[in-house]
């Protein structure tokens, strides 16, 4: 026992200095070995299956069984392997085993420590017997943000609508985790900000299909509109997100020191363009775009603050 300690103090020690060293780079290495283990693991279910139809995954409360689970029936699946996953958890006791107070009411104590211990942040799964994590965020209080960690991206719409700072896919990526602090971080950086300062901005959200899509500001190059639909169009991908706006929706959604509409077809980036000739053509991304007579004036008067003195 004791050597078995002294080899767990040891692999602990480096893992500190790993992370203090190079958390991204360890923390990809660690996912690549975590992925490794599981291909083997399903390469030896798929060899030696005879028959068994079940691979029961036990352990507690966030030891990574959702996520193994589906990154094992993912590998099966290559493997032709017909895997599904089967969610048996079951951590919430339910009404009738709760603890019961000296009154004789109920002590559902979790819910009362978020009203008394000031929660800030709370990763929250959705999938929860009793009460899913969809209605338990309507009891938390207004300050306490969430952010949702769930294997069931059909939930993704709905985590919206209570106002979720973020939706985490199980497996979670670690940028996408990364991703999901900033953002809770931006959040928290508003309150703390001076009270003449206004907090600004950096994205919107727009329906594309049966979701909403979050769209950063500063990934924009342009936005062109055709009737009731608009094309917005993003750095680093090669087709436009398209949702059912009109272009005066999507210009009063865009701040108005970034973004600039030059034609009754086109609002784009100012920090986007490349160039300007001498035709009041503008070129931005791959595409040019002519100001129009009755935006000339405004383009111009931008164009005259950015020019030298």
């Known amino acids: 026992m004791k050597a078995f300690m002294e080899r767990r103090q040891l692999q602990l020690q ?3 200095r790993r992370v203090r060293t190079d958390a991204p780079r360890f ?3 660690e996912d690549a070995r975590y992925a490794g283990e599981v291909g083997r693991l399903a390469r030896h279910l798929a060899a030696g299956l005879n028959g068994r139809r079940i691979v029961m995954l036990c352990g507690p409360t966030s030891s990574g069984k959702t996520t193994t689970a589906l990154l094992l029936r993912d590998s099966l699946r290559e493997m032709a392997v017909d895997a599904h996953t089967v ?5 919430y006791r339910g009404r009738e085993l709760a603890p019961v107070l000296e009154d004789g009411s109920f002590d559902y104590e979790a819910l009362e420590a978020l009203d008394h211990l000031e929660v800030d942040l709370l990763f929250l799964d959705i999938q929860m017997p009793d009460l899913d994590g969809l209605n338990l965020s309507r009891q938390v209080p207004p300050a306490t943000r969430i952010i949702f960690t769930t294997a069931f991206k059909q939930y993704a719409y709905e985590s919206y ?6 939706f985490l896919l199980k497996p979670i990526r670690y940028q996408k985790f990364l991703a999901a602090i900033g953002k809770a971080r931006q959040w928290f950086d508003r309150d ?8 600004r901005q950096t994205s919107m959200f727009i329906r594309v299909d049966n979701m909403l899509r979050q769209v950063d500001f500063d990934k924009i190059l342009y936005v062109s509109g055709l009737k009731d639909y608009v094309n917005i169009y993003l750095e680093g991908e090669r087709c436009p ?3 059912h706006l009109t272009m005066k929706s999507v210009e009063e959604m865009l701040p108005t020191d ?3 509409r030059v034609h009754r077809s086109y609002i784009i980036a100012l920090d986007k ?10 070129y931005i991304g791959e595409e040019v775009i002519r100001v129009t007579d009755a935006y000339r004036d405004a383009f111009a008067a931008f164009l005259d603050r950015k020019m030298p003195r």
């Open 14 to 16: 480096e893992i500190n």
């Open 27 to 29: 923390m990809e290495e």
């Open 87 to 91: 969610s048996l958890d079951d951590f």
């Open 161 to 166: 609508e209570v106002n979720a700072l973020d």
């Open 192 to 199: 703390t900000a001076p009270a003449d300062e206004a907090p």
């Open 241 to 243: 997100v398209i949702t």
């Open 258 to 260: 970034r973004f600039m």
């Open 273 to 282: 363009i490349r160039a300007v000739d001498r035709n009041n053509c503008i």
